[in-house]
């Protein structure tokens, strides 16, 4: 079932951020660490400005500045020509559009949205998502990306209690979504095995990828579950998810997780 396996490229603080050296620095610290996931096999990355916390929504009331897109343009631009690898957009907190339009122009693969649908309480207030209007915008674009929505997306509750496994069938079927996305509840917290099952029986054969939180340790039972993963903190140097991507870790989760088909 298993499907691409992608790591995370956690851009350093993007210009305008708190803690920001310059794009040098960025570029060097992407390149290191996108370099050291093709060469131990990964498929893909998803290229992220997860150095810009405290985030903007990425709403039309709070949107993604714009020279940060531009910025996360530039980078995954740069991976894409000197890596050889697919990429992957997500443009933090939850700028869907922007995303849309960065891929559109850098020839990205996946597009990962943290909100499509639904309210969710987050660190940054209140998101709700934009599912038609990234429907929209997407067609207008022509962009031929699979796009990644997550389900109960780390970081975040809902604002409304709801029925979970309902509401990933929603998800599924009425939002635009190519795949779901599930997630522990912080950055490098595992899927639940248990709920993974349960979303898995809700939507059938619609795809579902793990968003963190897979490792060495727990791919024997993951791995086989889902029809993709996107990996970050266990390839990091010590398991720190600011740390740089560390080679061996790569290989070996790698290992654990062999291509099918």
Not at 77 to 86: F, T, V
Not at 96 to 110: F, N, P, Q
Request: proline letters at 7%; charged letters at 20%; aromatic letters at 4%.
């Amino acid at each position: 079932m298993a499907g691409p396996l992608l790591g995370v490229v956690h851009l350093l603080p993007l210009p305008g951020r708190p803690g920001h050296r310059s794009m040098r620095a960025v570029l060097d610290a992407a390149l290191a660490d996108a370099r050291e996931l093709a060469a131990g096999g990964f498929d893909g990355v998803i290229v992220e400005n997860f150095g810009c916390a405290p985030f903007h929504k990425g709403t039309r009331d709070d949107p993604t500045p714009p020279h940060t897109a531009a910025a996360l343009a530039v980078v995954a631009d740069r991976i894409a020509a000197e890596c050889g690898l697919p990429i992957g957009i997500n443009c933090l907190r939850n700028d869907g559009c922007a995303a849309l339009g960065i891929a559109a122009v850098t020839g990205a693969r996946w597009v990962r949205v943290n909100v499509l649908a639904q309210a969710y309480v987050t660190d940054q207030g209140i998101i709700e998502g934009e599912a038609a209007r990234l429907a929209t915008y997407r067609r207008q674009l022509g962009a031929e990306v699979v796009l990644l929505a997550d389900h109960l997306v780390k970081h975040a509750v809902p604002l409304q209690p709801f029925d979970a496994a309902a509401a990933a069938q929603d998800l599924a079927e009425r939002s635009g979504a190519d795949a779901l996305v599930l997630s522990g509840t912080r950055t490098g917290a595992p899927v639940d095995v248990d709920w993974l099952d349960a979303v898995r029986a809700a939507v059938g054969t619609f795809p579902i990828w793990i968003g963190s939180g897979l490792s060495i340790a727990n791919a024997p039972v993951l791995w086989p579950r889902c029809d993709g993963a996107i990996v970050g903190t266990a390839l990091k140097r010590d398991g720190v998810v600011t740390a740089p991507v560390d080679g061996a870790r790569v290989r070996a989760l790698r290992a654990a997780c062999p291509r099918t088909g």
